[in-house]
């Protein structure tokens, strides 16, 4: 099975004698750049956006949402955890001026709500679930693991 993107904002699912279905429909973003599938899911956001406020938006096994980021940050990486149900996001200053407002976040796909928060030596971090819980999050040279739920940390 492999996927296809259609005019940036379609998404299609194809299999090897079987015609092409549409498998996501997006509002915002483009699939090449700002589409990641999760199992039968989706997560996708603005990669670059003239509105003041980055969007993301997911269609995931454990539910489905969107949020808006706080005016004067975009959206650096996006990750979900392989059972859908947590998604990271990285956030950066979309302006090279005033205070740093990097930060990287975790939400429940189900309710939406923030279950995690980080804002110390997060400047445009990488972000990558390693497992259900644990966030791979790029701190200043190094990769630091996070266990979300138990707050425990790893340096490699």
């Known amino acids: ?23 996501a429909k997006l509002e915002f973003g483009l699939a090449s ?14 990669g670059y956006s003239d509105d003041p406020r ?14 808006e980021v706080p005016k004067g940050r975009n959206i650096t990486s996006v990750s979900a955890n392989p059972q859908g149900s947590l998604i990271a996001v990285s956030v950066s200053s979309a302006l090279n001026i005033g205070g740093r407002l990097d930060a990287v976040f975790v939400i429940d796909a189900a309710t939406g709500q923030e279950v995690w928060r980080r804002t ?5 971090a990488e972000v ?4 259900e819980t644990r966030l791979a999050v790029t701190i200043d040279r190094w990769v630091d693991v996070f266990d979300v739920h138990q ?5 490699r």
Request: hydrophobic share 45%; net charge positive.
């Open 1 to 23: 099975e492999f996927l296809l993107a259609r005019n940036e904002r379609e998404v299609w699912t194809a299999r090897k004698g079987e015609p092409a279905r549409l498998f």
């Open 33 to 46: 750049m700002s589409f990641r599938r999760v199992a039968d899911g989706y997560v996708y956001w603005d």
């Open 54 to 67: 980055y969007k993301l938006a997911w269609k995931l096994a454990k539910g489905a949402g969107r949020i």
């Open 120 to 124: 110390a030596d997060v400047w445009r």
């Open 128 to 131: 990558a679930f390693v497992s």
């Open 151 to 155: 707050g425990s940390r790893e340096r």
